[in-house]
């Protein structure tokens, strides 16, 4: 019993320690996310009709300071800058007063406003059934008469609005038709859906929505195409910024998607997979993104590094390695006061995006009501509105669903592996496990030579104990190592104990066994050394006599002495003689 309690009080000492350590690094973390919101609050707080009018919208998204200033830097409450309307700070204004519950409806009208059909998005309608059938597509009130054959090809087109596509398999959309709506009915059980793409890509998109009908029923297609303009012109970036703001607002953005979609590869440097991930939901989006970053660390692609990893990971709700590492990154490259570079915009937008507090009155407290935040187009339970999260995600009653690693097409790689493609969540990967998708779990060196000396490389400069070596660093960053002389934080003398811990517990377990060879070694420190040297032991004869060696005695147990042997008393001289006398006459 005492040894059952006594490896139990051992074990729960060493989680202590494994605890007690995971602890402070916590609570390391945390003190350096306090320091920023400390450097901000520093440079903003009284300073707010100084900053620039975009430094006063992140300040406000992400600690809710200069409310006032940002308002007044709009044109009469709609639009920002005031001196000219521009479409991506207005969304970010908008978000950011939204933010803290502040009225944002005219601002989101001039948005809506905004809006156009882009021009180089083409369209194609698509019709299939399991037999041949004839199709009757109405327009304008004109019934138009097609035919689709066994091999899913089309006899004939439908226009003015409708003609044959290449290979006979769509009929393309003509331009000054978009706005037209097209019904459907074949004599067989038939589905429609639209295509599209852009011109000068042949890439082919297919519409969410499909929709089905028996013989002789209808389906109805209707084209919507829209982007946000600018300058007379779609504006892409702009567009962005703008379609998720009011899908977090409650409108309908669909009509914004093909525009988004199609013209994403061009407009890379903006990030659009965080945005469109967002907005659909789509899996495809977040990986790719994740893909996207660069040293393992950070985004770095129109803006600064710190603002493009903020984007990045606006969208990300869950913690992938991507993101993990990109938080450790971030820590490691604060400078002295807290901040990143002393940027007030990036400073406040990596706050806001990964680590957002609670402003004012203003409490998120989905997740600790057990719930989860997310973007609306993920939730496949309930969107529960009294409840609030930060930015534009959503709280819902579920968590999202993932599918198997192998479902995804991907592979598990384990804590010693590294995915050489991209990583995504998936419901059957462990603790310290990743779904590899787009490549192989390979054990690899890491990335550079300055990481590989044991250096650190950091995009704004060595810190307090560090010093610039020669070693080189991925994308023009500095190699830092440890300064000469200085010391560094260490815990071997935790590893140490614990391991002191383990062998006391091994010898408790085992304490039967290892008996004999304890005795074994004690005896060889009672016996007397080879060379004749005697023992040590206080002097024991007179003085001027010399000292007797003294010999240990051995004691025996009162059962293994034996009898002492009796022996007859000593004679004397003279009582011998006599008895050899007798013993003469006796014989004669």
């Not at 989680?15 to 609050?41: G, H, P, R, W």
């Not at 992140?58 to 709609?78: T, W, Y």
């Not at 044991?454 to 994308?475: F, K, N, V």
């Not at 614990?498 to 039967?512: D, K, P, S």
Request: aromatic share 10%; net charge negative; with cysteine.
């Amino acid at each position: 019993m005492k040894k059952s309690v006594c490896i139990l009080l051992i074990f729960a000492l060493l989680f202590s320690m494994s605890f007690a350590v995971a602890q402070e690094n916590i609570t390391s973390a945390q003190a350096q996310i306090d320091k920023a919101y400390d450097c901000l609050d520093a440079k903003v707080s009284g300073n707010c009709g100084t900053i620039a009018p975009q430094e006063r919208i992140f300040a406000l998204l992400a600690s809710g300071q200069c409310r006032d200033e940002v308002i007044a830097d709009s044109l009469n409450g709609e639009c920002w800058p005031g001196s000219k309307c521009d479409l991506k700070q207005t969304a970010q204004a908008i978000l950011a007063l939204s933010n803290i519950a502040s009225d944002t409806t005219e601002s989101e009208e001039w948005l809506m406003s905004q809006n156009t059909s882009p021009e180089d998005v083409e369209w194609y309608l698509q019709i299939e059934s399991g037999k041949e059938t004839r199709c009757t597509i109405t327009y304008d009130g004109t019934p138009h008469i097609v035919v689709l054959k066994e091999d899913k090809t089309l006899t004939t087109g439908a226009k003015p609005c409708l003609s044959l596509s290449s290979g006979d398999w769509w009929l393309k959309v003509a331009p000054g038709c978009y706005d037209r709506e097209f019904k459907i009915s074949c004599d067989e059980g038939f589905q429609t859906n639209l295509l599209f793409k852009r011109k000068t890509s042949s890439v082919i998109h297919v519409s969410e929505n499909t929709h089905s009908a028996s013989a002789l029923g209808t389906t109805t297609e209707e084209i919507k195409s829209l982007c946000f303009m600018q300058g007379g012109k779609c504006n892409y970036e702009g567009s962005l910024w703008a379609t998720l703001v009011l899908e977090s607002k409650g409108y309908d953005t669909t009509a914004f998607l093909p525009y988004l979609t199609t013209t994403a590869e061009e407009n890379s440097e903006y990030l659009p997979e965080s945005f469109l991930y967002i907005l659909t939901g789509q899996e495809d989006y977040r990986n790719n993104l994740l893909l996207r970053q660069r040293s393992n660390k950070f985004w770095d692609e129109a803006e600064s590094k710190f603002y493009d990893t903020a984007v990045a990971l606006y969208s990300i709700s869950d913690e992938p390695p991507e993101k993990v590492n990109a938080k450790e990154w971030l820590l490691e490259v604060q400078d002295s006061e807290g901040c990143w570079q002393g940027n007030i915009r990036d400073t406040a937008f990596v706050l806001a995006s990964v680590w957002p507090r609670s402003i004012g009155t203003i409490t998120y407290d989905c997740e600790s009501a057990g719930n989860y935040c997310m973007a609306e187009v993920s939730c496949d339970g309930n969107i529960l509105s009294s409840y609030s999260c930060p930015g534009v995600s959503k709280c819902c009653d579920s968590p999202i669903v993932y599918q198997p690693c192998a479902d995804q097409g991907g592979t598990i790689c384990n804590s010693q592996e590294q995915c050489l493609g991209y990583t995504t969540t998936a419901s059957d990967a462990n603790a310290g496990e990743t779904c590899c998708l787009g490549g192989t779990c390979e054990i690899v060196k890491a990335g550079s030579e300055c990481i590989d000396f044991g250096g650190l490389c950091r995009a704004t400069g060595c810190g307090a104990g560090e010093e610039e070596s020669a070693y080189q660093c991925d994308y023009g960053d500095t190699c830092c190592v440890q300064a000469t002389g200085s010391t560094e934080r260490s815990y071997w003398w935790i590893w140490l104990l614990a391991i002191l811990i383990v062998l006391v517990v091994l010898g408790i377990i085992f304490r039967n066994k290892l008996r004999p060879y304890y005795y074994k070694i004690i005896s060889k420190f009672k016996r007397r050394p080879s060379g004749g040297a005697a023992i040590s032991r206080p002097p024991t004869g007179r003085p001027g006599m010399p000292m007797r060696r003294y010999t240990p005695r051995k004691i025996l147990p009162p059962s293994a002495r034996s009898a002492p042997v009796r022996r007859p008393p000593a004679k004397k001289p003279g009582e011998l003689g006599n008895v050899l006398n007798r013993l003469k006459e006796m014989s004669k």
